[in-house]
């Protein structure tokens, strides 16, 4: 298949990396970046983590400069895509006809009500509300114990609030097992925070503030809520495109939806052995971005998506970074560095290749290294 002109919907980090790599790979044709964002892309994670950080002003970090040099149509969204016809529609009425097609649109925050009080963060405009609100020190409840409702947390009380988090159980347990998860939730709970161990039955606007209501009766009251339990993927312009299935947008391992179209990052679903799995972290989002762009160009050729996850995490002053599955189960880690009694150390799950750096630097590559050793060595 000739492919002539390409359009990239989304231009988030999975966006910015397919056209890249489209050029890399000596696509020469014409590129037309979709992003409903004003901004150029930017680093979402700093969002919880820098831009909350104590200071005078909020810190955004853009990314370098894209280099495909492709036409970049920003604060505009595409709502609407025939694949029959190889159109996409944008938010004016626009019709534009591509060759190839990249799906990369992210998701947007789960809300649990309309108010101005309940606050969410996905986006830098998010991040600059959310930041001007809590520079005035308000009561905060925080929704989801997850990393982003932990990150938050943790900006939220450097800046100087009150702050409590709902969650059911140990926060992050699912994300980092309960080693790690335990390690985090004592340092949060020295830096102050208020840890309610419940499922949110409802959140309210009240005449004084916000009302959170537990499964088990109780009623939290703050002046804001921060909701991060959870996140939709935005796919709502593909409803009547017939690509999705069971409401969700699924690709095969070299991230194709159809032959000429590929989605990458947040929205899509990558099918597996255990059936169809998003998979939203940054460097995720990425490699599906190269995959994809390689299968839009080869097809077949390309190669299937592989790669070591990585996560990382920012809180309490900690940095978390870890390589690979980390076990949810009671297998202890070879201590391979430091003392994790002092929160400081390198750990590694010997067969599971899995290790994790908590304060120690140590570069991604050699924690992937490490993480895929037998015995433990640095
Ligand atoms: C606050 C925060 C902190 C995070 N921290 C971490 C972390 O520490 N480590 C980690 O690994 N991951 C982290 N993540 C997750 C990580 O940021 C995402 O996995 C990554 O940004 C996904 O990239 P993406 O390009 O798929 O989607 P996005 O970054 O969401 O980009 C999608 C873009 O598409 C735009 N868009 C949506 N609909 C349309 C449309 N119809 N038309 C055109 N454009 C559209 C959106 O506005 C957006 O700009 C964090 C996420 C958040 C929100």
Redesign the pocket.
Known sequence: MTMDHIII?????????AGDTLRRLGFEGELTV????H?A?Y???????AALAPGDELAVNFLPDATHGGTELLG????GLDPEKRTVTLDDGTELSYDGLVI??????RRFTGSAREFT???LDD?VQLRKRLESRPRVTVIGGG??GM??ASGAIGLGCAVTLVHPGTPMLPHIGPLLAGVLTEAALEHGLTLVDDFVAEVRETAEGMAVTLASGAELSSDVVISAAG?IP?D??LRDSGLLVDGRLVTDGRCRVRDNIVA?????WLDGADGPRRS??????IE??KTAAAALLTGDEAESLSFQS?????QWGMNLKISGPIPHGDEQPVVVKGDLAERSAVLHWPGQGSAAALNIRMPIPRLHKLAQSEPASV
């Open positions: 919907a989304g231009n988030g980090v999975a966006g910015l990396t979709i992003g409903e964002e901004h892309t680093s979402r994670p700093a969002l919880s983590k505009r969204c595409t709502t990369a649109t992210g998701t947007h925050a963060l996905r986006s991040a990393p982003l990150e938050v996140d935005n709502g312009w990458a990052g947040d929205v899509a939203p972290v940054w460097t995720s989002a599906q971005a990585y996560f990382w995490t920012d």
